[in-house]
């Protein structure tokens, strides 16, 4: 969430301004902070020097003053003459006197043998020789002695008698009331210590180390006695640490003066909480006003950004432009663009939905209005769409089809009509019931009866209809306007002007499309395989012949037609695969009838396809030539009528190779006696619908009859299709036909079952076709 406001430019520009003024509020909060430490830490340092001067004067007086009256009572004569004769009671005297006239703390005479008589302090031994070894090596007269863990100022003046017989020490305690006086004279409350140097650092009298060790090391190795800063248990501190003179060389002693830095930023703390707070009272005057200020700004480019994603969505859009800077010069563009986009689009959607030859609603058009709705899709269709279109040209035929488009609109009570396809228009259409929609696209394409007159011609045209239900997917057909499409192919093939999709009649086309597919790999197995019929020679009493049929046992839909894989196979141009399997396996099955004992003609139908095919030619000729087999084609007389010369030219070929040429189904098509007489042929089949009917119907067996003769006369022999009953086979026989082929005879047999059926006597075979 927090991520998504972030991406607001108002949000932004606000966290800018405020980051940006925070940022130069901290600058200043840090100058003011480092000029005010800075002079805070100046006057620290100003007054920790000043004291420090002020207390070295006072080290000096004092010690010159001891030192003047240590003199005085070392030149008195008795004095001397007393230490002279070791007179201690005199000795002791006159200290206490002098000591008690100077206000010190301690007085003391140091023999120049190391012998001491003090008063008012006691000295031990170590520290008694650390005062003769300073004194004796004439080093030092006055300084600071660690007297039992008690830093004392000690002064001495030598007694010469007149030889060096002794000294005379006053010592005075730096304690903690002569700190306290110190302090007292500087201007702030500083604190004032006299620190000597141990194995474990710097001590305050006989206190524990001192905090300020690292300070006082880093002014002594500076040696110009500047205050340093330091890190102290109260915090950061100013210290200046000033030497003193030691009797004791290995354990200096200073003069330390510290300050706590807190103490010296106090005064400031209110000035800056005041800053603070200043500070932070600006932040919030600056996020409002600047939360404000890019409300504003932002606002046209928000307002822009919505219009956009409006836009973006297909929605209209259009923002107001409230000023001339370059945010309203930028709104008026974007007005102007989504102008431009919407007419393109208004454009676009219309070409889309629209025929541009005619102007018509298009196919998309009338798809969307079926969808919407539960009624009829008329498809109307132009008959004889091409040899018009070719007769009056493209632009005329469009003009066409515009005119009976606005036929049907005037005659359907203004019902809008689509072009659906070159020659094709559709409407929807409302009616009770099926019949209701078949007689009303009926009436519908009698608009076309009245002749269309277009530039320069009058063109009679007429239409016919196919109908569909537009909710549903009946036939594996989803599309209400592909059923009414198919349904006027329909209304064309029974003759009819108008007619209603029938699943029943469509079938299955796409299903038995892809059984191609699946029949190139069953040739490779056992599920297609030959099926032979015998053929009855009724002169020879013998089974003389055979038609090899094709069958196919699918492993999910059982058994296929050969009329339904056929016809595919003749569709999609695998016709040729399939039949050059056939003639290579009836070749195979030949020879394995012939080792059998049975030597039979092998009939083999040729689709009408092949007859222009000469690739297929050269190959049915090398494989009879290469087998020595004896074939049969059998070949439809309508097969030479697409390309007569190439086909005609094809079965003199195969004539002339020994392969014998059967006109096959004759009677069923439109029989030409002229491609009959061109047609170099061995046999006629005389199709088994006037057979079957032969002992039933005169005209059949006029026909039949009259088929046989001219056959003979022909120069070949007949077979008749069909032969089912003993009396159609007797009438056969007296008619003079030549074979005869039919379940009467046998039914189509796999190899095996003709090998046995072959393998049957003569006579029985003969008694079987009775």
């Not at 106090?266 to 932040?283: D, R, S, T």
């Not at 498809?379 to 036929?407: E, T, W």
């Not at 005389?686 to 022909?714: N, R």
């Amino acid at each position: 969430m927090i991520v998504a406001r972030f991406t607001n430019l108002r949000t932004r520009l606000t966290v800018l301004y405020m980051g940006m003024f925070g940022i130069a509020l901290m600058l200043v909060a840090l100058a003011v902070f480092t000029a005010i430490t800075g002079s805070a830490r100046s006057l620290v340092r100003d007054e920790l020097g000043a004291t420090g001067a002020v207390y070295g004067q006072i080290w000096g007086s004092q010690t010159a003053q001891l030192h003047q009256g240590a003199s005085v009572l070392a030149q008195d004569y008795g004095f001397r003459e007393a230490i002279a004769t070791n007179d201690e009671p005199t000795v002791r005297s006159a200290l206490d006197n002098l000591r008690a006239r100077q206000k010190v703390d301690g007085a003391l005479i140091l023999g120049a043998d190391g012998y001491v008589t003090a008063a008012g302090v006691t000295l031990d031994d170590a520290t008694t020789d650390t005062l003769w070894r300073g004194l004796n090596g004439g080093d030092i007269e006055a300084g600071v002695l660690s007297i039992n863990g008690q830093s004392y100022q000690a002064v001495s003046a030598p007694v010469m008698a007149p030889v060096l017989i002794g000294w005379v020490v006053f010592v005075e305690r730096l304690d903690q009331s002569q700190m306290r006086t110190l302090e007292g004279l500087s201007a702030i409350p500083l604190s004032a210590s006299v620190q000597t140097s141990a194995a474990d650092g710097w001590h305050d009298m006989a206190g524990p180390p001192s905090a300020l060790g690292g300070a006082i090391d880093r002014v002594l190795a500076a040696g110009d006695e500047k205050p340093v800063t330091a890190r102290t248990s109260n915090g950061e501190a100013m210290v200046l640490a000033s030497p003193l003179p030691s009797f004791d060389t290995a354990a200096p002693a200073v003069l330390t003066l510290s300050y706590p830095m807190a103490l010296a930023m106090k005064p400031f703390e209110a000035m800056f909480w005041a800053l603070g707070a200043i500070g932070l009272v600006g932040l919030g005057i600056l996020m409002v006003g600047t939360w404000m200020l890019s409300r504003g700004l932002t606002r046209p480019i928000t307002e822009l950004d919505e219009a956009v994603h409006r836009l973006q969505n297909g929605e209209h859009a259009e923002v107001a432009v409230t000023s001339a800077d370059e945010i309203g010069r930028l709104a008026a563009s974007f007005n102007a663009m989504a102008g431009d986009i919407r007419d393109r689009e208004a454009r676009l959607t219309h070409m889309a939905l629209h025929d541009q030859e005619t102007g018509l609603p298009n196919r998309l058009s009338l798809e969307r209005e079926a969808s919407r709705t539960d009624a009829y899709v008329i498809a109307f269709g132009v008959d004889r769409f091409g040899v018009v279109r070719n007769a009056i040209g493209y632009d005329s035929m469009a003009r066409l089809v515009g005119a009976l488009a606005q036929r049907l609109n005037a005659a359907a009570d203004g019902a809008r009509v689509a072009r659906v396809a070159a020659g094709v228009v559709g409407m929807i259409l409302h009616a009770e019931s099926d019949e209701d929609a078949i007689r009303e696209a009926a009436r519908l394409c009698a608009v076309a009866d009245t002749p269309v007159k277009l530039i320069g011609a009058t063109v009679d045209a007429s239409l016919s209809a196919g109908l569909a239900r537009t909710r549903g997917s009946v036939g594996g057909v989803d599309s209400a306007l592909d059923r009414a499409s198919i349904a006027l192919d329909q209304a064309r093939v029974a003759h009819r002007k108008a007619a209603l999709f029938d699943a029943h009649a469509y079938g299955d086309p796409v299903g038995n499309l892809s059984l191609i597919g699946e029949l190139m790999g069953a040739l490779e197995t056992a599920q297609v395989w030959m099926a032979y019929q015998p053929k009855y020679d009724l002169r020879a009493d013998a089974i003389t012949g055979v038609e090899a049929l094709m069958r196919w046992n699918h492993p999910r839909r059982g058994f296929v037609s050969p009329d339904l894989f056929i016809t595919m196979a003749e569709e999609t141009g695998q016709i040729r695969a399939l039949t050059e399997w056939a003639v290579r396996q009836s070749i195979a099955d030949q020879k394995v009838l012939a080792e059998a004992g049975h030597r039979v003609t092998m009939s083999v139908n040729i689709s009408g396809r092949l007859l222009s095919d000469e690739g297929f030619a050269d190959f049915a000729l090398q494989a009879v030539a290469a087998s020595d087999a004896d074939l049969c084609f059998e070949i439809t007389e309508t097969a030479v009528i697409d390309n007569p010369e190439v086909a005609l030219g094809i079965i003199e070929r195969f004539s002339a190779a020994g392969i014998a040429v059967s006109i096959d189904d004759y009677g069923s098509g439109l029989s030409s006696l002229a491609y009959l007489k061109r047609i170099k042929a061995d046999e006629l089949k005389i199709d088994k619908a006037f057979v079957m009917s032969l002992d039933e119907s005169a005209k059949d067996a006029l026909l039949v009859k009259s088929t046989i003769d001219l056959a003979h006369s022909l120069g070949m022999t007949i077979t008749a299709e069909g032969v089912e009953t003993p009396t159609a086979l007797a009438l056969l026989r007296g008619m003079g036909c030549d074979t005869a082929q039919g379940y009467l005879i046998a039914r189509p047999l796999p190899l095996a079952g003709l090998i046995e059926r072959m393998e049957k006597p003569a006579v029985e075979a003969q008694s079987q076709a009775a």
